[in-house]
C-alpha cells in the first residue's frame, strides 16, 4: 500500500496516513526499511504493508515510495 507520512514524534514513532485504507496507521521505528527515522520526514510518500495488533492497524515493513 502506499500513503504518506502524516505525523513524526521525537520518540521514534508516528502515523502513516493511507487513502487506501481511509485511516491512519501508527508506525515504530523499527518498521522502517532502507530508510532512518531520522531520515523520514513528514509529507514522504511511503510504501507499506499493515498488520492487526490489539490497538489497531499498524504500518509494517515502511519504506520511501
Given at each position: 500500500?502506499?500513503?504518506?507520512?502524516?505525523?513524526?514524534?521525537?520518540?521514534?514513532?508516528?502515523?502513516?496516513?493511507?487513502?487506501?485504507?481511509?485511516?491512519?496507521?501508527?508506525?515504530h521505528?523499527?518498521s522502517?526499511?532502507?530508510?532512518?527515522?531520522?531520515?523520514?520526514?513528514?509529507?514522504?510518500?511511503?510504501?507499506?504493508?499493515?498488520?492487526?495488533?490489539?490497538?489497531?492497524?499498524?504500518?509494517?515493513n515502511?519504506?520511501?515510495?
Amino acid at each position: 500500500m502506499i500513503g504518506t507520512i502524516k505525523t513524526k514524534t521525537d520518540r521514534g514513532f508516528g502515523f502513516i496516513t493511507s487513502p487506501e485504507l481511509g485511516k491512519d496507521l501508527f508506525f515504530h521505528s523499527n518498521s522502517l526499511v532502507g530508510v532512518t527515522f531520522d531520515e523520514i520526514k513528514e509529507g514522504d510518500s511511503v510504501s507499506f504493508e499493515s498488520e492487526e495488533s490489539p490497538k489497531g492497524l499498524n504500518a509494517t515493513n515502511v519504506q520511501r515510495a
